[in-house]
């Protein structure tokens, strides 16, 4: 591990890398700081300059870099304006948002902040020894289990993304597997499901995808439905410092929901929106009678247990991505999408193949929450400034980048007809409350899925490697078992709630 | 007591599973009356109730079963294709392999009909929730503005080559800011002009992705 990190040391302390870090971060923040933008729309924007770096490494730390600045930033704007831009600082806002009114933004600034570098630095510790151990029990696996466990990610992802509608998120894979079967296949290069149109040979581009289901559907509603700004402008941010007395209450809270975070987030689908609201109740059931009712009043603990788990899940993500090599969250499948599109394959011989690449970015993960600690925030009351910039502007100047960034990836004006297209169907189905996260992670493991699919059944010359290989079929069961489970549970809370079985 | 609120309405019929459909229709069937009172009655014909009876009850779908009735087309011709189409031009040796190209679409139109039909049908119960945008009163929020910002988009795309990247870019700052409401004219101007100069510099000169600046006939080539 110690030649691991030096290597690692090596990379990611040459000054282009950490330009790389201090710049991703610096954009993520901006950016992760206007409401209504989440990390996988910033992270979709930064995708085509990060693939015309050219080197996987600098790619991967700066995409790493806007990612956790993009969080840091939705934490700013969930606590300076209660307009949290991501899931996964809405329970930031709880205690967050009171302090600020109370006119102690700064310290609450100061305290996501230190709560969301230790959380990511333990995060980051904690990556360190498991991923290897990891993924030299993978390096055990078969293609057949390859298979399965991205069966296992994709049913873990529809079972809880859509909060108690596991048929819609289940639909949405589908769907995303569907539209990744569009194109040459890689049996036999068979042009497949393109109706005779040229342009889709190649198949649906990643990155038009990526921004038709984030970027564009989150710059709509912002038109149609303009946040209220006003509120929060006027409490001013100044006095960063902390007490030691609270240093020392916050410290425990910190300990804890790092780790709870951590393995939370390394669990396919689950991430950092559960991370943070579970450590959050915890954290509040946990507490002595007189600080639980400060919850949600402006308490620091209620504030530091979720920025903690937020962070500390992030980096928990990166676990299946490096090990295995399959995503278990929308911004990880976005980072996979890029580094495929790098000539990287993440997985188990990743870290044998390209060691420099799995370390510099372990080491880019503490660079990273160090700079979030040391630049960006003193820099907070000027980045805010953001906030200011009039949303007349902002919107098309949103718009124009996710267009960009289609055609840079292409060259081709139809990507840009497809971008539209694809964004009003991803607007339809945000309307209509179906996760769209779901779909892009179907879509990027579609292909991958079915590679070895194919490699298992040629190996086996049919199915029977299902029930010839019994950790493949446990995992195909573990699979079956969480898309049945949370309806299964759904329908017994029912029963129960209604105290007889409904008839209709 | 029968729910008269349309909202009640639709909460109501979206309640049931597959195996109550009938008793549902028996007794939705005075409320959907009440709604639509110019449907046609069906009563003598015994046969027809059914169907309009479903006609009706897709009149006030939510969104979500239209979409899942959408899905469900593109499964079944997606189904159709992998199916009965796609294998008619295999080689006899791609035809000895166990996986053909058709295989995994195979099972995944299955998945996929499976997953729209339980959408539709409502099999899988769920409470109706209004998520950040009410869609049912659409025309309340800045629809206009956003029907103008897609045009605009569809607009670039189509412009982006023949007017060159500078001006069809500063035109899309200029205009989506109009479109949004701003009248400053000479800070719209000048912050389009400025934003297109400067993108263009970093993605043509620092990125190296070459894109034409300006109109074929005034020197940008490709």
């Known amino acids: 591990m110690l030649e691991g990190l030096l290597i690692g040391l090596q990379t990611a302390l040459s000054v282009q890398m950490l330009a790389m870090v201090i710049g991703g971060c610096l954009i993520g923040t901006f950016i992760g700081m206007l409401p209504g933008l989440g990390p996988m729309s910033i992270i979709a924007i930064m995708i085509p300059v990060a693939i015309s770096l050219g080197d996987p490494a600098a790619a991967l730390i700066l995409l790493a870099g806007v990612y956790y600045g993009a969080i840091f930033g939705g934490s700013t704007s969930s606590i300076l304006l209660n307009a949290p831009g991501v899931a996964g600082t809405v329970a930031t806002s709880f205690d967050g948002y009171p302090m600020a009114k109370q006119g102690k933004a700064g310290k609450a600034l100061t305290i996501a902040a230190i709560a969301s570098f230790c959380g990511g630095t333990i995060g980051a510790i904690l990556l360190m020894i498991f991923a290897p151990m990891l993924s030299s029990v993978a390096l055990l696996f078969h293609s057949a289990e390859y298979f399965a466990l991205m069966v296992v990610g994709l049913s873990a992802i529809a079972a809880f993304a859509g909060t108690g509608q596991v048929a819609k998120a289940f639909m949405m894979t589908t769907l995303g597997l569907i539209m990744a079967t569009v194109g040459e296949g890689t049996l036999f290069s068979l042009p497949r499901f393109t109706m005779g149109i040229m342009d889709l040979q190649t198949g649906f581009g990643f990155i038009t995808l990526a921004m038709a289901m984030f970027a564009l559907p989150e710059a709509l509603f912002l038109v149609l439905k303009p946040r209220d ?4 402008q006027s409490s001013e941010i100044k006095d960063l410092r902390i007490t030691r007395a609270e240093a020392r209450a916050i410290a425990p809270v910190i300990g804890r929901q790092s780790v709870q975070g951590f393995f939370i987030g390394v669990l396919p689908g689950a991430g950092a929106t559960i991370a943070s609201f579970l450590g959050y109740a915890v954290e509040r059931n946990i507490a002595t009678k007189d600080e639980q009712d400060q919850f949600g009043k402006g308490s620091i603990k209620g504030l530091a247990a979720p920025e903690t788990a937020n962070n500390a899940a992030c980096t928990g993500s990166f676990v ?30 990743l870290m044998i193949d390209e060691p420099q690449i799995f370390w510099s970015v372990i080491i880019s993960m503490y660079i990273g929450n160090l700079v979030l600690l040391i630049l960006n925030l003193p820099l907070i009351p000027y980045i805010a400034k953001v906030l200011s910039v009039p949303r007349n502007y902002l919107i098309p100047f949103i718009m124009f980048f996710t267009l960009m960034g289609a055609y840079i990836g292409q060259n081709n004006a139809t990507e840009l007809l497809i971008l539209v297209g694809f964004g009003i169907c991803a607007t339809a189905l945000k309307f209509a409350d179906y996760p769209l996260a779901p779909l892009l992670i179907g879509f990027i493991l579609g292909g991958l899925l079915e590679d070895n699919f194919a490699r298992s059944m040629q190996l086996y010359d049919g199915v029977s490697f299902i029930w010839e290989r019994p950790m493949t079929l446990g995992l195909l069961l573990i699979a079956a078992f969480l898309i049945v489970l949370p309806s299964w549970r759904a329908r017994r809370a029912r029963i129960r709630a209604a105290g007889i079985a409904d008839g209709d | 007591m029968p729910p008269l609120l349309s909202e009640d309405l639709v909460f109501h019929l979206h309640g049931h599973r597959l195996l109550s459909l009938f008793r549902a229709y028996y007794r939705d069937r005075k409320w959907l009356k009440i709604r639509f009172p110019f449907a046609p009655n069906t009563s003598g014909v015994w046969g027809l109730a059914p169907i309009t009876f479903l006609c009706k009850r897709m009149l006030i779908m939510a969104l979500d079963r239209w979409i899942a009735l ?36 195979k099972i995944l139109s299955v998945m996929g ?12 119960k769920s409470e109706q929730k209004v998520g950040e945008i009410d869609y049912r009163r659409l025309g309340d929020y800045h629809l206009g503005q956003a029907i103008g910002l897609l045009a605009l988009m569809i607009l670039y795309a189509l412009c982006l080559r023949p007017i060159g990247f500078l001006g069809a870019t500063g035109g899309f700052l200029f205009l989506g800011a109009f479109i949004l409401g701003e009248r400053r004219w000479i800070v719209m101007v000048i912050v389009a002009a400025i934003a297109a100069g400067v993108v263009w510099y970093l993605v043509s000169e620092v990125l190296g992705i070459y894109m034409r600046p300006l109109p074929g006939f005034l020197g940008g080539f490709n």
């Open chain 2, 70 to 105: 959408i899905l469900l087309g593109l499964c079944l011709a997606y189904g159709y294709t992998a199916w009965f189409t796609m294998d008619s031009g295999l080689a006899p040796f791609m035809q000895r392999n166990p996986i053909w190209p058709s295989t995994f679409p």
């Open chain 1, 229 to 232: 700004n006003s509120s929060g």
């Open chain 1, 320 to 349: 299946p991505l490096l090990t295995l090599g399959i995503p278990g969250s929308g911004t990880t499948a976005i980072l996979l999408g890029a580094l495929i599109a790098l000539n990287v394959s993440p997985g188990p011989r």
């Open chain 2, 113 to 124: 009909i499976t997953a729209s039909l339980i959408i539709l049908l409502g099999l899988e």
